[in-house]
């Protein structure tokens, strides 16, 4: 079993269906996107400066594959590894007086995502990408990521999980509209978890950027069969806990590029495959402003020496920063 990953820039038709999805993403213009029989998530955004409306990402796994769903979550999975996509609308989900509709969603994906997991038997999560309206925006007192961050951390205390340490890379974007939607990749193989020298370790985050820290690593290792993945989390020009460079979006590109080769040193100490490099890996920058991606673009190219870069709009977590980059490698 092996596991591997496309990317299609769609310009057309949609690349034929090969089968071996294990699941996936779409990026831009998805309204008139075909059904697929794998679970896809999509992601209703803008694509900066590329040639195609729509983009769709996929994860190929071999081997015999099953799938189904469950509470919500439309999974596959193959020997070892599991991907799934659950989308819940807040406004589906019956609140307390005291609990706000994003935490209580937040809440019940991630509970219905840690059941699913268990029933399958692939115990570890290796990665997240989650994605939710009006990120930056506030309500019940509380701007909307940091509701997100409680219900997150509700669930893995309620599933008995480590909330620190032994933690998912993850990534946490807003878009304009639409449903909480939370994509997973998750295993047999415990993750080996990553953390930045030069960030403190989110979950350790101080209480000024949220009653409760972000759940997530800042990049992992994961062993499907015989392999080696590195999944590195959105990262951003975050120095410590504080943003730094606010207002100047290039010198956040470098900053972040900065913190990713950090992250691929750290990997290189415990790697058992080879030595990962940026140049090696496959990049995905979320930009503030669509204004700002010739110069995200212009300033991180020469920095990443001519790895794939795919930019879209999306909101970073907290409003002073501009740009968010991920990356992996398998
Ligand atoms: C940061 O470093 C930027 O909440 O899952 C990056 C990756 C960020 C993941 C998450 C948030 C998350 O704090 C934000």
Same mark, same amino acid.
């Given at each position: 079993?092996?596991?591997? !990953?496309?990317?299609?820039?769609?310009?057309?038709?949609?690349?034929?269906?090969?089968?071996?999805?294990?699941?996936?993403?779409?990026?831009?213009?998805?309204?008139?996107?075909?059904?697929?029989?794998?679970?896809?998530?999509?992601?209703?955004?803008?694509?900066?400066?590329?040639?195609?409306?729509?983009?769709?990402?996929?994860?190929?796994?071999?081997?015999?594959?099953?799938?189904?769903?469950?509470?919500?979550?439309?999974?596959?999975?193959?020997?070892?590894?599991?991907?799934?996509?659950?989308?819940?609308?807040?406004?589906?989900?019956? @609140?307390?007086?005291?609990?706000?509709?994003?935490?209580? @969603?937040?809440?019940?994906?991630?509970?219905?995502?840690?059941?699913?997991?268990?029933?399958?038997?692939?115990?570890?999560?290796?990665?997240?990408?989650?994605?939710?309206?009006?990120?930056?925006?506030?309500?019940?007192?509380?701007?909307?990521?940091?509701?997100?961050?409680?219900?997150?951390?509700?669930?893995?205390?309620?599933?008995?999980?480590?909330?620190?340490?032994?933690?998912?890379?993850?990534?946490?974007?807003?878009?304009?509209?639409?449903?909480?939607?939370?994509?997973?990749?998750?295993?047999?193989?415990?993750?080996?978890?990553?953390?930045?020298?030069?960030?403190?370790?989110?979950?350790?985050?101080?209480?000024?950027?949220?009653?409760?820290?972000?759940?997530?690593?800042?990049?992992?290792?994961?062993?499907?069969?015989?392999?080696?993945?590195?999944?590195?989390?959105?990262?951003?020009?975050?120095?410590? !806990?504080?943003?730094? !460079?606010?207002?100047?979006?290039?010198?956040?590109?470098?900053?972040?590029?900065?913190?990713?080769?950090?992250?691929?040193?750290?990997?290189?100490?415990?790697?058992?495959?080879?030595?990962?490099?940026?140049?090696?890996?496959?990049?995905?920058?979320?930009?503030?402003?669509?204004?700002?991606?010739?110069?995200?673009?212009?300033?991180?190219?020469?920095?990443?020496?001519?790895?794939?870069?795919?930019?879209?709009?999306?909101?970073?977590?907290?409003?002073?920063?501009?740009?968010?980059?991920?990356?992996?490698?398998?």
């Amino acid at each position: 079993m092996s596991l591997q !990953h496309t990317l299609a820039v769609q310009t057309g038709v949609p690349p034929k269906a090969r089968g071996n999805e294990l699941g996936g993403v779409a990026l831009g213009d998805t309204k008139d996107l075909a059904a697929a029989a794998w679970p896809r998530q999509h992601l209703r955004t803008r694509l900066l400066d590329t040639a195609g409306p729509l983009l769709q990402e996929c994860w190929l796994a071999e081997g015999p594959l099953a799938q189904g769903h469950s509470e919500g979550i439309h999974w596959r999975r193959g020997d070892g590894m599991l991907y799934g996509v659950i989308e819940l609308h807040e406004t589906d989900t019956p @609140t307390t007086r005291d609990d706000s509709p994003l935490r209580a @969603t937040s809440r019940l994906a991630y509970e219905r995502l840690f059941r699913l997991l268990r029933e399958q038997g692939t115990p570890h999560l290796w990665r997240v990408w989650n994605y939710m309206g009006r990120i930056n925006d506030a309500s019940h007192g509380l701007e909307r990521y940091r509701q997100f961050n409680l219900g997150r951390y509700d669930a893995f205390v309620q599933a008995q999980r480590d909330t620190g340490g032994q933690v998912p890379a993850a990534c946490a974007l807003g878009l304009q509209e639409g449903p909480l939607s939370i994509a997973f990749l998750a295993g047999t193989t415990p993750l080996v978890p990553l953390e930045n020298p030069r960030q403190v370790s989110a979950w350790r985050y101080p209480s000024q950027y949220g009653p409760q820290a972000p759940t997530f690593s800042r990049a992992a290792l994961a062993h499907p069969r015989g392999q080696e993945a590195l999944f590195i989390s959105g990262t951003a020009s975050i120095v410590g !806990h504080e943003t730094v !460079h606010p207002g100047d979006v290039a010198a956040q590109c470098r900053e972040t590029v900065r913190n990713l080769e950090c992250l691929v040193q750290e990997a290189n100490r415990v790697a058992r495959s080879r030595p990962f490099s940026l140049a090696g890996l496959s990049h995905r920058a979320y930009v503030r402003h669509a204004d700002d991606a010739v110069t995200v673009r212009h300033t991180l190219e020469p920095l990443l020496g001519g790895a794939p870069l795919v930019c879209v709009q999306a909101d970073v977590c907290r409003s002073d920063l501009l740009v968010e980059i991920e990356c992996h490698a398998i």
